[in-house]
């Protein structure tokens, strides 16, 4: 299955997370709220270090597709990760001006109109994240939050979304192996769930591969 490790923070947590079998690894630009920021530089400095076979994620606040091209010619990435809501017809100018990168929007599960905003924007993207973040809010949530979300509906959007599903929000090697079996996701995403006092855990990392292969 599909694991990304978010919220990487150095070169250490890179090769840390792909010997333990990460696929996938999330750089985070500037955020309302929420942990693992780092800066564009550090980013930049990331990313061409990252193992070929091995997807860099930016996940970017920016919802202007001019500057969420900008900022992903500066960091490089192979993945963006679109935390916020887009205007209509942003994806595909994000597609026009950055061929061969991965476009990957991110739903925060709440309640029904959240399985109708996976299922509109399905179509546009190359893969959906289901997260537990809350735009509403006056610090605006947009991941890192700890939090499940109600899987049943992640399950529906999953069944009837047209783009493949990756899972994030609150996952620890305690609850994986039910996220899995009730959502059945393409691949799944954590943060805080591998970490002790910000940095990756070697024991928590290693737990979290092991409940996911076991699912």
């Known amino acids: 299955m599909w694991v990304k490790i978010c919220c990487i923070q150095d070169l250490d947590e890179v090769r840390l997370a792909v010997r333990l079998g990460a696929t996938a690894i999330g750089l985070v630009s500037a955020m309302p709220s929420g942990p693992g920021v780092i800066s564009e530089e550090r ?22 597709p001019s500057e969420i ?40 599960v709440i309640d029904r109109e959240s399985v109708a905003e996976a299922l509109a924007v399905g179509d546009h993207v190359d893969a959906l994240l289901l997260d537990s973040g809350n735009r509403d809010l006056a610090a605006r949530e947009l991941g890192g939050t700890g939090r499940t ?35 059945e996701p393409h691949g799944v995403d954590v943060c805080s ?6 940095r990756l855990d070697e024991g928590k990392l290693a737990a979290f591969f092991a409940a996911v292969r076991a699912a």
Not at 43 to 64: C, E, K, M, R, W
Not at 75 to 101: F, I, M, N, W, Y
Request: overall charge neutral.
């Open 69 to 108: 091209v900008a900022q992903h010619r500066r960091c490089k990435t192979s993945a963006l990760q679109l935390c916020d809501r887009l205007e209509a017809g942003a994806h595909a100018e994000l597609r026009a001006a950055l061929p061969g990168v991965s476009i990957v929007q991110v739903v925060h």
């Open 149 to 183: 979300h109600d899987w049943q509906l992640s399950a529906e959007i999953r069944e009837r979304a047209a783009a493949p599903v990756f899972l994030a929000g609150g996952l620890t090697s305690e609850n994986v192996g039910a996220a899995i079996h009730c959502v």
């Open 43 to 64: 980013i930049a400095g990331i990313a061409p270090h990252v193992p070929p076979g091995i997807d860099s994620f930016l996940l970017t606040s920016l919802t202007q």
């Open 193 to 198: 769930g591998v970490r002790t006092a910000g």
